[in-house]
């Protein structure tokens, strides 16, 4: 975990902006669609345009404008060209690149193939070549799965049949074929099965969002089976029907818990209100030979509390050390304790105790533009116990320093299964026992709230299935090849969520930030194979979008979505396709762009908010700045002007202005006595200027773990800088203290850019050190060494 982000390929670049129609007016270049179809039906068509991004002499980035110019949608599209000279393929980002001889195939990635009508999509890639770079005479664009959109006046549902066990729930969505006048209402009316229901019993499309699929929830009860017939229904709109068959749920496990197997239950204590349901996360010490059958009753005390559903589960060899949520759900009266025994074949039995408290307020909460107005926040106290173990071994300022930066709020991080349900620390044991699950935490964050005012409850999002793909310090417990998206989204997002919606009536804000580094590794490093498998898979973009529908429901969540930072999607042909792909991701969900309520920045990293000696376009010897290698023609040297570029692209792609941006400053302070005090004023070349004046101490931009020197930044707070009103806070989502990864020359596993010895590239050939500080941990445990060095050298020194 908390890994952060390189660049894929870092190399010079000279920008030249050319629009696409001017480029191919200029040149003559052709450029020819495919498909057709009898007049009056839907056609399937596409367009590309080539153009020349930047050419540096000895290579060259081409980008591609592909176009939907058809009447139908479409669901991918493939482009060719053929060169007339000896243009040779590097690397590409936003789709699936290949070259055979002069000619040069490009089909879409998973996340930007389905084209509507006219919607366009981008692609890029970099070229080496010598002599002359000629364009190609002519570009081809052949559509893919063309779809034919249902009559005009119609509900769609989809799917058009589902199974439901026993005690679970299923969903389909509906949505309009075509755009009404005004506001219209589809209701959904049940026949058949009464152990079936949905919810909602009714939907509202509106001319704007008509075409945007909405969720229903089916519930199955825990006793009855059979099918129900689901009608939607609204005027001047043809109906739509779907069948749920309810089926009974089936112990599939014959194996017993054996020697050396124990059952396990998280938390061992909880509390559920009036009207509520708790989770209980139940897994087992080590892999059965055969899939074990874990069930959970209640045995004494409160009988207004029940099992709503999960039980019985069956554990298996692979899914074992994966909490798996079952739901205890309180009725409207009762109050006092209950036992729950959690028990299986062979397995000692364990008891669980769970108490009933009266139900809390029943308004729900204003969803405001920026949370953090007006708001307290929540300190996290598992980090004010790590702290705690630096502190007292320090003494005088540093201690007190130590103490301070621990009552500061930081980021709570559910970073496995396990992490929701507390007691193990993070995946790979970070922080030993007595996490405090997210459950307790909640409740810890209402009974310190003062009175009705706001308080901010911060929480990461951060499990995706094969995650970090472009590193090994973090990667997760999920894996694309063993069922890891339905994981994701029913063992983690679904429990989360559940929890989460007990505390929508509270004055809590929380504020979730979504799968740090995912979607940036979409646009960059499809080269490894890896990302290659998450991107071509659809699972980061399907798994982000499940997370946002089921975060937004909830009222008082608010989510925002890691942007990387300005040395990873700096560059414009980065940048661009980046906002693409994160316009697509929001434009798949049920709310569309208002399921993101924002952007953060610098997640994890250490990037300055400002270098306040210089600016990107300022020249020294008759060169920009940005034109040094540090920073090969990175347009943003900090992360205040690359939040105001992302935000004024974001928007103009379709975000409301409302969106707020965040940047994580719990390490990008560089403070310590090598930190300038001002410009450079004696200098041998613009790169010793920019080495002398620039804070950011690392020799390389892209070097990201436990770096040397860095210190902690600007204290957490809302609205930091009256110049830009869309910068909503400065936040601490990074602990600091907690490692970023370990190496393999420390401690046998890792990853190599944490090795203090090791060396890393910038893509163009040049070598540069790591800067590692020696001995880490694996990331997310405690590394007391770096933490110091962070309180030392932290800018504004911590008071």
Not at 292 to 310: D, F, P, R, Y
């Amino acid at each position: 975990m908390r890994l952060r982000a390189r660049h894929a390929a870092w190399r010079l670049r000279r920008t030249i902006t050319v629009t696409a129609a001017a480029l191919l007016a200029a040149l003559g270049l052709a450029v020819a669609g495919a498909g057709g179809a009898p007049a009056g039906a839907a056609t399937s068509s596409c367009s590309a345009a080539y153009s020349v991004q930047s050419d540096w002499g000895t290579g060259f980035t081409a980008s591609l404008a592909v176009t939907n110019n058809g009447t139908a949608a479409i669901t991918g599209w493939t482009v060719t060209w053929t060169y007339a000279g000896n243009q040779a393929l590097s690397s590409g980002w936003s789709g699936n690149w290949s070259q055979s001889g002069e000619t040069v195939t490009v089909t879409n990635a998973s996340w930007n193939g389905a084209l509507s009508a006219g919607q366009s999509t981008s692609a890029g890639a970099n070229f080496t070549y010598s002599g002359t770079n000629t364009p190609p005479a002519s570009v081809t664009c052949t559509p893919a799965g063309s779809t034919t959109p249902p009559p005009p006046g119609s509900i769609t549902a989809t799917p058009a049949s589902l199974q439901v066990t026993q005690g679970s729930t299923g969903t389909f969505t509906l949505a309009l074929s075509s755009a009404p006048s005004a506001d219209v209402t589809v209701a959904i009316a049940a026949s058949g099965n009464t152990g079936l229901t949905a919810s909602p019993a009714s939907l509202t499309f509106t001319p704007s969002n008509y075409s945007t699929s909405q969720t229903v929830t089916v519930t199955a009860d825990s006793s009855s089976t059979g099918a129900t017939t689901f009608t939607a229904t609204s005027s001047g709109y043809t109906s739509a029907t779907v069948t749920a068959t309810e089926v009974a749920a089936t112990t599939t496990g014959g194996g017993s818990c054996g020697s050396g197997i124990t059952l396990q239950a998280n938390p061992g204590t909880m509390s559920v209100a009036q009207g509520q349901t708790g989770v209980l996360g139940v897994s087992l010490s080590a892999a059965p030979s055969a899939g074990i059958a874990v069930s959970v009753a209640q045995t004494s005390g409160n009988t207004g509390l029940s099992v709503s559903s999960g039980s019985p589960v069956t554990l298996t060899s692979s899914d074992w050390n994966l909490p798996q949520p079952v739901h205890i759900t309180a009725d409207n009266s009762s109050t006092g304790q209950a036992t729950f025994t959690v028990s299986a074949t062979g397995c000692i039995p364990v008891t669980v105790t769970v108490t009933e408290t009266a139900a809390g307020s029943t308004t729900t909460p204003a969803h405001v533009t920026n949370p953090f107005t007006g708001s307290t926040w929540y300190v996290n106290p598992d980090y004010t116990a790590e702290v705690a173990t630096s502190a007292s071994a320090a003494s005088g300022t540093l201690a007190a320093q130590m103490t301070s930066v621990g009552n500061e709020p930081t980021f709570i991080w559910l970073d496995h299964i396990g992490a929701i349900y507390g007691g193990s620390g993070n995946a790979s044991g970070a922080g030993g026992t007595g996490r405090l699950s997210l459950q307790a935490q909640l409740q810890d964050a209402v009974s310190k709230a003062s009175g009705t005012t706001p308080e901010i409850f911060p929480i990461v999002i951060y499990d995706l299935p094969d995650r970090d793909c472009a590193a090994l310090a973090s990667n997760g417990e999920l894996s694309i090849a063993n069922n890891g998206l339905s994981y994701y989204e029913h063992s983690y997002i679904d429990p989360i969520a559940q929890i989460l919606t007990d505390y929508e009536n509270t004055n809590l804000r929380v504020v979730a930030v979504i799968e740090p580094d995912s979607l940036p590794n979409l646009v960059t490093n499809e080269s490894l194979a890896n990302c290659a498998s998450a991107n071509s898979s659809g699972v980061y973009t399907s798994g982000i979008e499940y997370a946002l529908n089921k975060l937004h429901a909830i009222p008082n969540v608010y989510n925002y979505v890691d942007i990387a930072h300005s040395g990873w999607l700096g560059w414009p042909s980065n940048m661009t396709p980046a906002v693409s792909l994160f316009k697509q991701v929001a434009s798949a969900t049920t709310a569309g762009v208002s399921s993101i309520d924002g952007f953060i920045s610098d997640t994890a990293n250490t990037i300055p908010v400002h270098e306040p000696y210089m600016t990107a376009t300022e020249t020294i010897d008759g060169n920009p700045i940005d034109s040094v290698q540090y920073y090969s023609y990175d347009p943003y040297i900090d992360e205040f002007t690359y939040d105001e570029a992302m935000y004024s692209n974001l928007v103009s792609a379709g975000f409301p202005s409302t969106i707020g941006m965040l940047i994580d400053t719990s390490r990008d302070g560089w403070g310590g006595p090598a930190r300038p005090t001002g410009a450079a004023t004696s200098y041998t070349s613009t790169a010793n200027f920019v080495n002398e004046s620039k804070i950011d101490e690392r020799p390389f931009r892209g070097d990201w773990c436990n770096p040397e020197n860095a210190g902690i930044g600007a204290l957490p707070q809302a609205n930091p800088d009256s110049t830009f009103p869309n910068l909503y806070a400065y936040v601490w989502v990074k602990p600091p203290g907690e490692s970023d990864g370990t190496y393999p020359a420390f401690s046998g596993t890792g990853d190599p850019h944490c090795d203090p010895n090791g060396t890393q590239t910038d893509g163009s050939g040049n070598t540069y050190p790591t800067d590692a500080i020696p001995d880490s941990p694996p990331a997310g445990h405690w590394f007391p060494v770096e933490f110091q060095q962070l309180v030392q050298d932290a800018y504004p020194a911590v008071p």
